[in-house]
């Protein structure tokens, strides 16, 4: 579908601020509110753990715990000693599989539509990203480029939660939180393109400066 992308030749490759096209407005700087992003991922992260933990544990019960821990019967009832190593080597493995899959997803709905895709990361900043670099992004393709890995992610994800080996079963639970709460910049793009006139354009020149083209 490049037809459908809107032409960005006359761009220059290098150029930090493009040229404007023809019947739009002068660009806008985008940057996304870091403290706005914070509030909404932990406020994301909350309902993320009532539903996916609820599926969890209708499934897989108190296997839950003993996939995580060792499990002691005593005089007085039931102990419970964690296995932090496990805890910690499995969330930041859920961490390292949802970062890559996510943007994957991004960049795949990108191609799509016809854009170059580029994929990195700035851990100075935390970023990791999949975005076509110099060239102008329609607001329409946004949406579903925006929502992809939530939506993606969150339906194959969620069936999986069923599969009758409860340490798994925890992994994947540990991706659809981490991926629910870093949907939150996808969602805020989301919002904010909604405001905007259909046409409205947008132009990564680098990880730290990105544009907004109005429509006359």
């Known amino acids: 579908m490049t ?15 493009p040229a ?5 407005h002068d660009p806008a700087p985008f940057e996304y509110p870091a403290w706005l992003l914070m509030i909404g991922s932990a406020l994301l992260f909350v309902p993320a753990v009532v539903l996916f933990g609820g599926v969890l544990w209708a499934v ?4 839950v715990y003993e996939s995580l821990a060792v499990v002691t019967e005593t ?6 000693e964690f296995n932090l190593a496990l805890i910690v080597g499995l969330t930041l493995l859920a961490v390292g599989v949802t970062v890559v899959v996510h943007e994957l997803v991004h960049g795949l709905v990108f191609g799509r539509y016809g854009y170059r895709v580029s994929y990195g990361a700035m851990p100075q900043i935390g ?35 069923a599969v009758p080996v409860p340490l798994f079963a925890v992994f994947v639970f540990l991706v659809l939180l981490v991926n629910a ?26 990880i730290r400066h990105s544009y907004v083209f109005e429509p006359e």
């Open 3 to 17: 037809g459908d992308r809107p032409d960005s030749d006359y761009a220059p490759s290098d150029a930090l601020v």
């Open 20 to 24: 404007t096209p023809e019947g739009y």
């Open 60 to 63: 897989h019960g108190v296997a």
């Open 75 to 80: 005089g007085t009832g039931i102990t419970f």
């Open 127 to 161: 970023a990791f990203y999949a975005t076509p670099f110099h060239q102008f992004v329609a607001r329409e393709h946004a949406f579903p480029v925006a929502l992809a890995p939530l939506v993606v992610i969150s339906l194959v994800g969620l069936p999986l939660l």
């Open 181 to 206: 709460a870093g949907a939150v910049g996808d969602l805020y793009i989301v919002a904010y393109l909604l405001r905007k006139p259909p046409g409205t354009l947008l132009y990564d020149s680098d």
